[in-house]
């Protein structure tokens, strides 16, 4: 059975303030550059943004590529809205679409890259196993998972950090994150070549950057 989603900060009425909220406190632009440069579009390939919410880092992969084909895809008509509006600032060429990770409706096979970020906290381990499916499906062999998400805590003082981001989202579906447990469940899900390949702080916790291939 297909979940429903958490909204970007869990209360529809705070989604319009999340994207001030992000750029103050997180680091995004420098983190999502990074997963941007690791996620390596080229042209001709097409790239699903999962969990996309307000599109900024769909806007920054079509911006990155523009000969790539970019859509994107979250739960939220709210967060889609914003997004819309966003890439038509942005004069940029890309497909937002409406569903849930675990039945995003395309057909298989058809990605050489899927990048998410900050969706899979928003999951519950089972959510999280379905979701890893539903991308194991959608690439190609040989396209690349790239995720940008909260990681194991890299200190004492960033597992305390990561108690607000807990208290927010709940505790159901951040524990394995702070763990440490996202890249068993993407090996499980069938991906090799599963790596961390970066880790920062941030005023709320250790986010992590993930890396996969699949077979
Ligand atoms: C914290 S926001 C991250 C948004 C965006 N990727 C970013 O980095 O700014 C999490 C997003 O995941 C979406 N989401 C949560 N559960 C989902 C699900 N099961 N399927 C699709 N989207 C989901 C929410 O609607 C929200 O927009």
């Known amino acids: ?43 001709g390939q097409r790239a699903l943004d999962l969990g996309c ?10 911006r990155a590529c523009p000969e790539a084909e970019v859509v994107g895809l979250d739960g939220d008509p709210r967060a889609l809205a914003i997004g819309r509006d966003k890439v038509s600032r ?3 060429t890309v497909e937002l679409h409406e569903g849930l990770a675990d039945a995003a409706p395309f057909p298989a096979s058809t990605f050489d890259r899927v990048a998410s970020s900050l969706l899979f906290h928003h999951l519950d381990a089972d ?15 040989g396209g690349e998972l790239h995720i940008l998400d909260w990681g194991r805590a890299g200190s004492a003082l960033m597992r305390v950090a990561f108690l607000s981001v807990q208290l927010l989202d709940g505790f159901r579906t951040t524990t394995d ?31 992590s950057l993930y890396r996969a291939v699949r077979p």
Do not use: C, S
């Not at 069938?190 to 250790?206: I, K, Q, S, W």
């Open 53 to 62: 919410g307000t599109a900024t880092l769909t806007i920054m992969l079509a």
């Open 127 to 141: 959510g999280k196993r379905r979701a890893l499916a539903r991308v194991r499906e959608l690439l190609r062999p």
């Open 1 to 43: 059975m297909a979940t429903r989603y958490i909204p970007a900060l869990r209360f529809d009425w705070l989604t319009r303030f999340y994207d001030p909220v992000l750029r103050a406190t997180l680091k995004e632009e420098a983190l999502k550059r990074r997963l941007v440069e690791q996620v390596d579009l080229r042209p």
């Open 177 to 207: 994150n702070v763990r440490g447990r996202l890249p068993a469940l993407i090996t499980e899900a069938g991906f090799a070549d599963v790596a961390e390949t970066h880790r920062a702080r941030t005023l709320f916790g250790t986010l």
């Open 90 to 92: 942005a004069g940029v």
